[in-house]
């Protein structure tokens, strides 16, 4: 076996384990955290198999953003899983439908496309090949314009989103950068001069006020 | 070098040997690293010290020297203190989370035109990928630790790294649009011919973008908000004691190294000269590589002992409304002059 070898079946072996315990275990934070192993082991795997930009962006993108966003958000509910759980049984048959579906759909075109007798094995490229580049290169001139309608698309959705979680917050306490860059020191700040301490009245006095000194 | 160590692992299998060999390189990486993230460490305490008329550490050894080999030391014999009711395995695996990154991003870095570990395609993706991973040691810290302080360091250090990680990508879309290459080598080869050929001048918007977002991302002052010492105690790390403390500082001195590296590479010529003439060339490569990152590292020390801590609204506004639209508009000049404009050179 190969150095590369051993490397795709390591990373391959922890790529199902973790996946795995994303659904099988209990605490979400580190469902959460199996599924950070897991997209990153799916990385490793990629590069062994010469797709590096592709392997490289899930790491970026997945795992640098999407699921530090995630964690984000699971860390801060209180989710029981216990009650999430609580119809497996009945969801079951349904479910278990729709997987088999997904596994036949998959099938058929795995079937399709790698099984074919004049399918040939990809040869493994040299040192100087660029995948970034050929991948690039096939985005923009070749599928520029599925390239182009998808980018729209996301687009699309981003404001969608935005406009829907964007609404009127009386009671926020927005605070304008603007004004408080312009204030000056004489909008805020009152300068009141006043003696450190009264002056002694040194002159003889019948006030009673004054009466401790004669003790 | 290479031929001698397969002369003297002959009875090794073949496989075994790349093994070790990349071993010995990674090491010869590492420790050198190591030994600059210790003496980091005594530098910053010394310039703040001089910033703030004060002398610094000066009693350990001759002129304070060994003061970070004291520290070291110190942190060694402390028992790390596992709190109740903590995760300890991702409480102990956090440290190590947040250091690996940080070390494993120098397997892509040039320091001259041939001395590369991994002269990979796509190295620049790679650095931005490793960088980006750094989070995690905080976040799992500050949920693991079963303390309100260290979780409220966490979020903030999740929102804040969020945000920065958009402007500092797309910064360095700015570089290789100009340079026209992913890799790092190549980037510095391009602005070969003296300091005005640096991308620090075309690119001067992007260059003041990625290395403040640099700072942010290493969680260094101003924008040390996850640790906020007079707000959150110490934030994601105040669980933390012994070595699995040291761990995480010297992830963030090894943090603050990379960036400062990184922004030499692609703004200031890496290991180019200033002036390609004679008394400047006399220096070899990898000692300008390792003058101009001091001198950018010398701003991140500068930047703790000038600057007050940012508010937490204040970085969020500086992150999302003012980065990034400004290196939005800055590809787009780089982009639109490139190609429709006859000043289209100065990015090319």
Known sequence: MTFFEIAFYFFSAVLVIAATMVVTIRNPVKSALFLVLAFFSAACVWITLEAEFLAIVLVLVYVGAVMVLFLFVVMMLDIDLAEMRAGFTRYLPIGGIIAALLVAEIALVMHQSFLPADYLNPTPQGVEYSNTRELGEQIYTHYVYAFEIAAFILLVAIIAAIALTMRRRPNNKYINPGEQVKVKREDRLRIVKMPSDKPIDLSPVESPSSNEETS | ?348
């Open chain 2, 1 to 348: 070098m290479h031929d001698f160590y397969l002369s003297l692992t002959q009875w090794l299998p073949e496989s075994l040997q790349t093994v070790v060999w990349i071993m010995i390189k990674i090491v010869s990486i590492v420790l050198p690293l190591m030994i600059c993230v210790a003496y980091f460490t005594f530098a910053e305490r010394k310039v703040i010290g001089y910033m703030q008329t004060r002398v610094g550490p000066n009693r350990v050894g001759p002129k304070g020297w060994l003061q970070p080999i004291a520290d070291a030391l110190k942190l060694m014999m402390k028992e790390i203190i596992i709190p109740t009711k903590s995760n300890k395995f991702l409480f102990l695996i956090a440290p190590i989370l947040s250091l690996t990154p940080a070390l494993a991003a120098w397997a892509v870095m040039p320091f001259s035109d041939t001395l590369v570990l991994a002269d990979i395609d796509a190295s620049l993706l790679y650095v931005l990928a490793l960088t980006s991973m750094g989070v995690y040691g905080v976040i799992v810290a500050g949920w693991a630790s079963n303390s309100k302080y260290a979780f409220l360091g966490a979020m903030r250090s999740a929102a804040q790294i969020v945000a920065y990680e958009i402007a500092m990508g797309f910064a360095l879309v700015g570089v290789l649009m100009v340079a026209g290459s992913l890799n790092l080598t190549t980037i510095v080869q391009h602005q070969a011919g003296g300091f005005w050929q640096w991308y620090f001048l075309p690119l001067f918007p992007l260059f003041l973008v990625y290395f403040i977002s640099g700072v942010a991302e290493t969680n260094r002052a101003p924008f040390d908000v996850a640790e906020g010492e007079s707000e959150i105690v110490a934030g994601f790390h105040v669980e933390y004691s012994g070595m699995a403390f040291a761990v995480f500082f010297l992830a963030e001195y090894a943090n603050m190294i990379l960036i400062a590296a990184l922004t030499v590479l692609m703004f200031l010529g890496g290991w180019l000269p200033p002036v390609d003439m004679a008394p400047f060339t006399w220096i070899p490569p990898i000692m300008w590589f390792g003058l101009k990152t001091s001198a950018v590292a010398f701003f991140f020390l500068w930047f703790r002992a000038t600057f007050p801590r940012y508010r937490y609204d204040q970085i969020m506004r500086l992150g999302w409304k003012v980065l990034i639209p400004v290196t939005l508009v800055w590809i787009a000049v780089i982009g639109l002059a490139k190609f429709y404009t006859p000043v289209g050179f100065i990015f090319s």
